[in-house]
């Protein structure tokens, strides 16, 4: 369980799942990083480290979230310190290493503590430099999915909340001055339990959504910020026809499986290399 939360949290703090087809030279997505075998630091230390740095097939693994600026001057940082080179730039390889650093500290057994709530898992996040309110409440809530992990619930009267949804809140609510995360979490908690009315939701609306959607077909604490965060991702294309454009081409998780394919098809050799071999 600890190596799947590493490994999720890694993918998570870079944006892309194709970080672990980078790291484990793979096209297979289930290949991923042995943090045990990692921490010895050896062979496979190295390997693993020159996969992700060297990236020879070019293959895409940031999010589009500009969050994550914070997250790499925070790897880049302890690697700075570890290695003893103050002008050591930013390289992948040193995201994976401050995440095992954060599992040495703590991360996986916070995780997995039957006892720890949500908050407490994201409160232990939010101690940490460069991480920040987005990433210490976003990974965790997508824990709540996993049966392993059933002392984690998205839908706790918890919420960290964002700068996105932050920017969606103050325009929704122009008269509040939401100076703090207590305020700003009232409100997202406000809306949670009172979504109907806040959204004018009718009966026949209710009832469908009630039918196809999980919780009943209610929006969860985490689904509340969501909703606010991509508000605010309208607010910022609605005038803006080529981010209008980008934004209606996401990569779904049938986009994945097709770049995986796509990397096999790339690496494979041609049928007269395979003849000549």
């Known amino acids: 369980m600890r190596n799947k939360i590493l490994n999720a949290m890694?993918?998570?703090f870079v944006g892309m799942p194709t970080l672990t087809l980078v790291a484990a030279d793979s096209t297979n997505y289930a290949d991923v990083i042995d943090f045990d075998t990692y921490k010895q630091k050896g062979d496979y230390y190295h390997w693993i480290n020159n996969n992700l740095d060297t990236n020879k097939h070019k293959m895409k693994v940031w999010g589009a979230t500009q969050l994550q600026t914070s997250l790499q001057t925070a790897a880049r940082n302890f690697c700075r310190e570890e290695d003893n080179d103050p002008d050591q730039k930013f390289r992948l390889s040193h995201m994976i290493r401050w995440m095992a650093h954060l599992d040495d500290l703590g991360m996986s057994k916070v995780v997995q503590d039957?006892?720890?709530k949500l908050g407490d898992v994201c409160n232990w996040f939010a101690t940490h430099r460069g991480i920040g309110p987005y990433f210490s409440y976003h990974p965790p809530c997508n824990f709540s999915r996993c049966?392993?992990?059933p002392n984690i619930d998205e839908d706790d009267n918890y919420c960290l909340v964002g700068p996105g949804a932050k920017r969606g809140l103050e325009f929704v609510f122009p008269q509040v001055k939401f100076k703090n995360n207590e305020i700003m979490e009232a409100y997202i908690l406000a809306v949670r339990d009172h979504q109907h009315e806040?959204?004018?939701m009718n009966d026949s609306e209710a009832a469908f959504y009630k039918e196809n959607l999980e919780r009943g077909g209610n929006l969860t604490t985490f689904g509340t910020e969501i909703?606010?965060?991509q508000f605010n991702c309208f607010l910022g294309i609605m005038d803006n026809d080529k981010a209008q454009t980008k934004r209606m081409l996401p990569l779904t998780f049938d986009a994945f499986v097709d770049i995986a394919e796509d990397?096999?098809?790339r690496i494979a050799p041609s049928p007269l290399e395979a003849f000549m071999v």
Do not use: R
């Open 10 to 12: 890694a993918v998570k």
């Open 114 to 116: 039957p006892n720890n």
């Open 147 to 149: 049966d392993d992990l």
């Open 198 to 200: 806040f959204f004018e």
């Open 227 to 229: 909703t606010f965060c």
């Open 263 to 265: 990397l096999k098809k």
